[in-house]
């Protein structure tokens, strides 16, 4: 397991240096060590499920003194799915640009590579200051992806996220600092006893604070709507899927130490979780352009996840944070495919703008499924692993009695369907207003990937009790 | 291998969906054979599980998905029930299909949604607990919509649009009722005679109002008033799916997610001790009444006999509410009645609609003359639905009415005998207008009818008229039911 892990972090690293240095076989080395990742994130998974989780101390240096990773369930589920929507979108990058579209600029491979490595080290660091440090490099080469096709509008979003991401960063540092000055250490153990004071209750409110402007969590969500909506399909859909995940997942490795002590911080997320859910939603569906829809839409997700993590509880009595692990999965691969749709349809029609989806003569029909399906998931429909997350989640709250949660998440449900079937509606055109011969474009790689992402989310609610079985080595 | 059998029923049209999904839609020879060998195969594949069933076999799957939730399949008596009505019925209603769409667009779409449809309603018949029900019951409101707004016009997207908002609204209820009775049992598998336990003594509120959700989420697509609003607008979809709607797929997997619900959840003895039997009879009762009044006042053909649907499908659950078991026999035995008779009426419409560009009541003049093929189909399945001896609907009624007396309810026979009236107020008219009027004597035919179009119709009213004939043989659809309500009621 030792193996796995340190390749997890240093292959993603050291190929993007090779793939920087050797533009040409940039593609190839880039797909390989992409695989290669995802193989790495396969044995990891493997050897938890078969002799459970352990940490590892780096140099011998224990904590609090030294670094160490912790390769536990719910790290091996997020590298997992890092690993998955990597895949899916290496692919689409590999795929030729449809006729009369510019290349793809150079330089994804070695940004995509360094965010790889960044979200792995984030995903098994077990100190705030190394994630402070995942963070930096993340934010960076996420900054990268979104500037990349160097269009004026790309250049804006990768502005704005960048802003955004410094200011994550300096709240987040002084946190760090600040919980480095009140206990003398930055290990996630450390947690418990910060609660106990004053400047540690600061130190974690800052932390969060911090977190929250880099989830893109209601009210400080501001910044990425038109960032995600503004950068390259396949930057939007690591961003989406992925980036603002990291986040999530720190909040939740937070609130898994900090036990009972931390419960105002969770009562605060599901607060601004269920403002996300309703203020993304009534956005998503007033929103006239297709990825605007759909960015707004991450804004809804990521409020339902920050409300499972907030109505979760203390882990020590109740296993429903799982619900929301198995929600990041979820949303992570269907987000993905319908960024990566959307791009396709956009690509194709030379717009997306949504009322004018169905008025055409050429239909990106395998695009048009891809995002169909992604909807299903991300409403949780079943038979998805959308559904499956938010069953967990209700069953739990209800045998809480905790009814407002209950009718605050079907509420989500409903609006998330109405703005979806907005677009989904008008992939259903037929009959008098489109030609018999309605033109149907080739197949692109983008489609492939978008339809097996999406493809995967509803696959993956019947594969459920795999992530559930990982989660259960999750130390705590 | 047999015990495969649940299974491989669910893929032969699960499996084939995505393949006929993907295909060019000019490949319509391989998708039509692809097709009808899928339904072929799934309705020998039904007959062996039936007669494995009558011999008292059991069949049961599970996949378990998360912790303490199980998506399970299992064919018993009433799966069985519900297996061969829509295992039959897709055949035909394929053949019509195919017939109806010739030379149509988007039609890999329609025939794979078709499948997804079919594979949906086959998945409810075997569900094995209430977790597996819900996510093919949502599945099917999935695979419906896009078959409903098939047409792509305006209308059809306003149809859709309020299909969904219903499906999905129920679907909601649905799922909430039944988290809420997972939290409290823990599983919630089917089996005769009710699952509870001791829950409803010591949780009678949250018992009753579970039942309320499940009833209301499973009473959209059993168009019970007031939830029906969906079915009579969404008659603007083409043939082949009116009939898919009305007697195949959905209204039916809500008349038999009502039996479950009530037979093997709740259990005979929880629904009079809680005292839910009633008002559900009473709601049956009163959509009986409602769907044949509104009927009445149609002129459109498709949206007359969408009303008759609300009304009839309502006694099955009037026969399961009732708690008797003559009652029960004749409610169950009428998920199969009204499903051939409401078939053979919207086949037989959708062939005025198709040879003659008729639609409307006032334009049936004459076409017992114009189309007396159709015109003979339409008139055993009205007939039937009217109750009139020795054709299936008579059977139910006849045991819905002594289920009334036997359970000391003898409104049930003023209900019947006024459902029955109006049923023939709304039905001979019709017939009077075909077979004694005239044709209008600029009647000329829009389009030739071939046999794929003529003989589905031809079929289900020979349906109508055996299982009425024969209804005491072993293998008719009553003496199945008795074999069912044995084991609920003994």
Request: glycine share 10%.
């Amino acid at each position: 397991m030792v193996t796995e892990t340190s390749l997890l972090v240093t292959l993603p690293f050291l190929a993007a240096l090779a793939a920087a240095a050797a533009p040409r076989a940039a593609a190839t080395l880039g797909m390989a060590a992409t695989l290669a990742n995802a193989g790495f994130a396969a044995l990891l998974a493997r050897a938890l499920l078969a002799d459970g989780a352990r940490e590892t101390s780096l140099g011998g240096w224990e904590a609090p003194l030294g670094i160490t990773l912790r390769a536990d369930g719910l790290a091996a589920l997020m590298i997992g799915m890092t690993a998955l929507v990597g895949s899916a979108v290496a692919l689409q990058a590999m795929g030729r640009p449809a006729p009369g579209r510019p290349a793809p600029a150079g330089g994804f491979w070695p940004l995509w590579l360094a965010t790889l490595g960044a979200m792995n080290a984030l995903f098994l660091s077990d100190d705030l200051f190394n994630l402070y440090v995942t963070f930096e490099i993340l934010g960076l080469s996420a900054v990268g992806l979104t500037a990349l096709t160097g269009s004026r509008r790309a250049l804006r979003a990768a502005f704005d996220y960048l802003s955004a991401g410094l200011a994550g960063s300096l709240l987040l540092l002084l946190g760090v600092a600040l919980a480095y000055a009140e206990a003398g250490r930055v290990d996630l153990a450390a947690v418990p006893a910060l609660v106990e004071t004053m400047r540690g209750r600061i130190a974690l409110a800052l932390v969060l604070a911090g977190l929250a402007v880099k989830a893109a969590l209601f009210p400080l969500h501001f910044w990425m709507p038109a960032a995600h909506a503004n950068a390259a399909p396949p930057a939007s859909a690591l961003l989406s899927a992925l980036v603002v995940k990291t986040a999530l997942y720190v909040a939740l490795r937070l609130s898994l130490e900090g036990g009972a002590g931390i419960a105002p911080a969770r009562a605060a997320l599901a607060v601004a979780g269920s403002g996300a859910m309703l203020w993304g939603a009534w956005n998503a569906l007033r929103a006239e352009r297709l990825k605007l829809l759909v960015a707004h839409s991450t804004v809804a997700q990521i409020g339902l996840i920050a409300l499972a993590l907030g109505v979760a509880g203390n882990p020590a009595d109740s296993t429903l944070w799982q619900a929301a692990a198995l929600l990041m999965l979820s949303h992570a691969l269907a987000k993905a495919a319908m960024f990566l749709a959307a791009g396709r349809i956009a690509e194709e029609l030379g717009h997306d703008r949504i009322s004018g989806l169905n008025r055409t003569e050429l239909r990106p029909g395998a695009a048009e499924f891809a995002f169909a399906i992604a909807a299903v998931s991300l409403i949780g429909l079943p038979p998805t692993a959308g559904f499956v997350g938010k069953w967990v989640l209700i069953e739990g709250l209800i045998a809480r009695e905790a009814w407002i949660w209950v009718a605050l998440v079907m509420t989500g449900t409903v609006l998330s369907a109405a703005y979806l079937s907005r677009v989904v509606s008008r992939c259903l055109r037929g009959g008098p207003h489109v030609a018999p011969g309605a033109r149907r474009p080739a197949w692109h790689m983008g489609d492939v990937a978008a339809l097996g992402l999406a493809v995967g989310a509803l696959a993956l609610g019947l594969a459920s009790a795999l992530p559930f079985a990982l989660l259960e080595t999750t130390l705590t | 291998m047999t015990e495969l059998l649940p299974l491989a029923i669910l893929m032969t049209s699960l499996g084939v969906a995505p393949a006929i999904l993907a295909m060019p839609d000019d490949w319509s020879r391989l998708r039509t054979a692809v097709n009808l060998a899928a339904a072929a195969l799934k309705l020998g594949l039904v007959a062996w599980l039936s007669l494995s069933v009558a011999q008292g076999a059991e069949f049961g799957l599970g996949l378990e998905i998360a912790p303490g939730l199980a998506l399970e399949l299992k064919a018993d008596a009433l799966s069985v029930l519900f297996l061969a009505l829509s295992s039959v019925l897709w055949l035909l209603t394929t053949l019509y299909a195919v017939g109806y769409l010739e030379g149509g667009t988007d039609r890999s779409r329609f025939f794979g949604f078709f499948s997804l449809c079919v594979a949906a309603t086959v998945g409810i018949a075997m569900a094995g607990n209430l977790f597996t029900f819900v996510v093919f019951f949502e599945l099917l409101t999935l695979a419906t919509w896009p078959l409903v707004v098939h047409r792509g016009s305006a209308e059809a997207h306003r149809a859709g649009r309020i299909y969904l908002v219903y499906t999905l609204g129920g679907g909601l209820a649905l799922t909430l009722g039944a988290a809420w009775l997972y939290a409290l049992a823990g599983a919630v598998p089917f089996a005769p005679r009710g699952v509870l336990g001791d829950l409803p003594q010591t949780h009678p509120v949250a018992v009753t109002a579970i039942f309320v959700l499940l009833i209301a989420g499973v009473g959209v697509k059993a168009a019970l008033v007031p939830l029906h609003g969906w079915l009579p607008v969404s008659m603007v979809a083409p043939a082949p799916v009116s009939a898919l709607l009305h007697a195949v797929a959905v209204v039916k997997s809500g008349a038999y997610g009502i039996m479950r619900i009530v037979y093997d959840v709740y259990g005979v003895e929880t629904m009079q001790g809680l005292g839910l039997a009633a008002p559900l009879a009473a709601l049956a009762g009163a959509t009986i009444l409602w769907g044949s009044f509104r009927a009445l006042r149609q002129d459109d053909l498709k949206k007359r006999l969408a009303y008759s649907t609300v009304s009839q499908v309502s006694y099955i659950t009037l026969g399961v509410a009732l708690i008797s078991p003559l009652a029960a026999v004749g409610g169950l035995a009428h998920l199969i009645h009204q499903g051939i008779m409401k078939i053979t009426l919207f086949l037989a419409a959708g062939n005025f609609a198709e040879g003659r560009g008729v639609k409307t009541v006032s334009g049936m003049d004459g076409m017992g003359r114009l189309m007396p093929g159709a015109t003979l189909a339409f008139t055993v399945g009205a007939l039937g639905m009217i109750g009139v001896p020795p054709l299936a609907g008579f059977i139910s009624k006849w045991y819905l009415g002594a289920g009334g007396l036997d359970a000391g309810q003898p409104a049930v026979i003023a209900l019947l005998a006024g459902s029955g009236l109006m049923n023939a107020a709304y039905f001979l008219p019709i017939l009077y207008r075909a077979w004694f009027r005239d044709p209008p004597a600029d009647a000329v035919p829009k389009r030739r009818i071939g046999w794929m179009l003529a003989v589905p119709p031809a079929v289900t009213a020979g349906f109508v008229l055996a299982a009425g004939l024969l209804a005491n043989a072993p293998f008719s659809p009553l003496g199945w039911t008795r074999f069912i309500v044995s084991l609920e009621y003994l």
